[in-house]
C-alpha cells in the first residue's frame, strides 16, 4: 500500500530560524500517527506546514511534503485549498475560538460545506444531523440552531469534529484536541474520533502533550525535541521499550495512579 502522506527530510524555519529540523515519516490509509514532546518542539508547526498555514514569517526551506502523491509544499494556494477540507480536515485544539461567535452552527456548516459541494442548506443539515448522532449529539436541530457560546465546551469540539468530518477527508489533523476538555469528555472525544476511522478510513495526525490518548488513539508515535526527532515506530515499542534516553524521561514524567489496598 502507498502512503497517503510522505514528509521526506523537511526543515521549517522561522525568520530563517528552523524550528523543525530534517524531519521524515509516512502515513497510510487508516493509519493514527501520535506526535508527542515537551512545548515547543515543533508539533503544531509540522501540522501548519501541512496546511500551508505557516504565516508570512514561516517557509519550509528544505524537503517535500507528498499527500497522493502531489508535493504540497510546490502547490499554489489555489490548489491547497481544494485539498484543505474535502481531503484533509482538521480538529483544533478550541474549536468555540475557531467558529465566527455571531453566526449559528448550522449557517457555519453550511458555508463550509458548500465551498466545496453544490449542496442545499436542507441536505447540509440533514448530512450534519446524521453525523451529529453518531458522535452523542442527540439534539442535533437545538445545536445548530445554536451560537457557540450557547454550548459547552465538550460540544462545541463534538461540533468541530463534526465540521471536520462532513467531507469524509483521507487525513485528519487534530492538533491538541482533547486538552482543553474534562477527563470524561476527553474519553468522549477520543471514542469519537476512532469512530472516524471506523466509519470512513480516515488517517490521522495527532498532536497532544497526553500521553494516555496517544495510548489509546495510536498506531504509531513520533517523539520530538527542539524539532528533532527523537523516536518514531510502533506505539508498543516507543511507549515501553524505546531505547532513546529523551523519550524514557518523557514516558517516566507520565503520572501514574498506583492503586493501594486496605485489609
Not at 448522532?133 to 465538550?154: A, H, T
Not at 524521561?249 to 492503586?259: A, E, S, T, Y
Amino acid at each position: 500500500m502507498k502512503p497517503l502522506l510522505m514528509v521526506e527530510h523537511v526543515t521549517i524555519c522561522y525568520n530563517g530560524n528552523p524550528v523543525v529540523k530534517d524531519l521524515s515519516f509516512e502515513l497510510k490509509k487508516g493509519e493514527i500517527l501520535g506526535v508527542a514532546g515537551e512545548s515547543g518542539s515543533g508539533k503544531s508547526t509540522l501540522i501548519k506546514a501541512i496546511m500551508g498555514l505557516l504565516g508570512t514569517n514561516g517557509m519550509v526551506t528544505r524537503g517535500d511534503i507528498f499527500y497522493k502523491g502531489q508535493n504540497i509544499v510546490d502547490m499554489d494556494e489555489k490548489d491547497r485549498r481544494k485539498l484543505l477540507g474535502p481531503e484533509i480536515g482538521t480538529i483544533f485544539q478550541d474549536c468555540q475560538a475557531a467558529l465566527c461567535p455571531i453566526r449559528t452552527i448550522g449557517a457555519q456548516i453550511y458555508e463550509s460545506l458548500s465551498e466545496h459541494e453544490n449542496v442545499t442548506k436542507n441536505e447540509a443539515y440533514k448530512r450534519a444531523g446524521e453525523l451529529m448522532k453518531k458522535i452523542g449529539l442527540d439534539d442535533c436541530q437545538r445545536v445548530l440552531d445554536s451560537y457557540p457560546f450557547e454550548l459547552s465546551g465538550g460540544m462545541n469540539q463534538r461540533v468541530g469534529i463534526c465540521t471536520a468530518m462532513m467531507m469524509k477527508p483521507s487525513l485528519m489533523l487534530a492538533d491538541e484536541p482533547t486538552s482543553a476538555l474534562d477527563v470524561t469528555v476527553q474519553k468522549q472525544v477520543v471514542e469519537e474520533m476512532k469512530l472516524m476511522r471506523r466509519e470512513y478510513g480516515t488517517a490521522m495526525i495527532l498532536v497532544t502533550h497526553n500521553i494516555g490518548v496517544v495510548s489509546a488513539m495510536a498506531d504509531k508515535i513520533l517523539v520530538l525535541k527542539d524539532g528533532s526527532m527523537m523516536d518514531y515506530g510502533p506505539k508498543e515499542r516507543v511507549l515501553y521499550h524505546s531505547q532513546n534516553s529523551y523519550t524514557r524521561n518523557l514516558m517516566d514524567c507520565v503520572p501514574r495512579i498506583r492503586r493501594v489496598c486496605y485489609a
